[in-house]
């Protein structure tokens, strides 16, 4: 849990770590650039648009890997419109997409709605929920802190609600040592 907290505070760019899939959205893929004297904005752009090495790694999916703290920036500097986001290498794409072509591709990026930022932000901010309220209830009144089987209970079943709403309950075996002791769990 501690290790999925970092990653959402510091982000999962640069890492290995695979990004959640709750952290990937649908956000529709545009350009902006120049026909003569035509100027356009957030022309959806095709799959035949793009270069023949762009196409698998780009479309309609988004895959956010920035710490909680950007997306929650993001969200806030967005003032009600779409949040642009360009993926790696858009200028050189841009280039190429422009080259034997009347069209002058002059940006590349999705289009990202602010409440798409928002849902990533509430998935975070239930889990964490879920875990404190997991943790309180096993607690007895007036107790400070969680003894460590409380945690390892808390922790043993967990809950996500993925991208298309689906609810999956994720169950961990657990094994507690006490002072000095080791433990093992192992699963069939």
Do not use: C
Request: aromatic letters at 6%; zero cysteines.
């Amino acid at each position: 849990m501690r290790a999925w907290a970092l990653r959402e505070l510091q982000g999962y760019e640069g890492t290995d770590v695979p990004i959640p899939n709750y952290r990937r959205i649908t956000a529709p893929l545009v350009m902006d650039g120049l026909i003569g004297m035509y100027k356009f904005t957030e022309q959806p752009v095709s799959m035949f648009d793009l270069p023949d090495f762009a196409r698998d790694s780009l479309g309609d999916e988004l895959r956010l890997g920035k710490g909680v703290g950007q997306i929650e920036s993001l969200v806030t500097r967005s003032a009600g419109r779409t949040v642009q986001l360009g993926p790696t290498m858009a200028a050189e794409i841009a280039v190429f997409m422009s080259q034997n072509s009347p069209r002058q591709v002059l940006r590349l990026y999705w289009a990202v709605h602010p409440s798409a930022l928002e849902g990533i932000l509430d998935q975070v901010r239930t889990r964490l929920v879920q875990l404190v309220g997991e943790l309180r209830a096993s607690m007895s009144h007036g107790q400070k802190d969680p003894t460590p089987g409380q945690v390892a209970q808390a922790l043993q079943n967990i809950n996500i609600v993925t991208g298309d709403n689906s609810s999956v309950t994720v169950t961990a075996p657990v094994a507690l040592a006490h002072h000095r002791g080791s433990a093992r769990a192992e699963i069939a």
